[in-house]
């Protein structure tokens, strides 16, 4: 009697390290699949290839990264409930909250926060070429 008690203790306790494993296993492989969301990146981070996916409350950039050197990409604009519109090839210049007092812009060059403003640039990147997104509220990395 007692060995079968035993054998049961035995069986019991490996079920539950079983159970224990296996969900272990399953989160963890949850997590590998989650989107690469952060609060900020800095273009020094990013590879040739690199798609950076910014959204906004009403707008969601793709921005496929060209020329990591000279902060260049490929620009999508998708506004929420609406088609997609290319932008073509843009810089990146970095946050800004927008104009200060003066008309002066202030940019934190070379990084994307969220709740800051991403400038960008077209062309000659001369200010009349420069636009600014919405307050950014997410940022995605797909490699």
Request: aromatic letters at 4%; charged letters at 20%; proline letters at 1%.
């Amino acid at each position: 009697m007692n060995n079968r008690k035993n054998r049961i203790g035995v069986i019991a306790v490996m079920a539950c390290m079983g159970a224990w494993l296996l969900g272990a296993a399953i989160a963890f492989s949850a997590d590998q699949l989650a989107t690469n969301t952060l609060d900020q990146i800095r273009f020094g981070d990013l590879k040739s290839g690199d798609t950076i996916v910014i959204e906004t409350a009403t707008e969601t950039y793709e921005l496929q990264m060209i020329n990591t050197q000279r902060a260049s990409a490929m620009a999508n604009r998708i506004e929420t409930g609406s088609s997609s519109e290319s932008i073509g090839l843009v810089r990146l210049l970095g946050a800004t909250v927008g104009k200060q007092r003066g008309g002066l812009t202030l940019v934190e060059m070379g990084v994307i926060r969220t709740n800051m403003k991403l400038e960008l640039g077209l062309g000659n990147l001369h200010s009349d070429n420069r636009f600014q997104t919405e307050p950014i509220t997410a940022i995605n990395v797909i490699n």
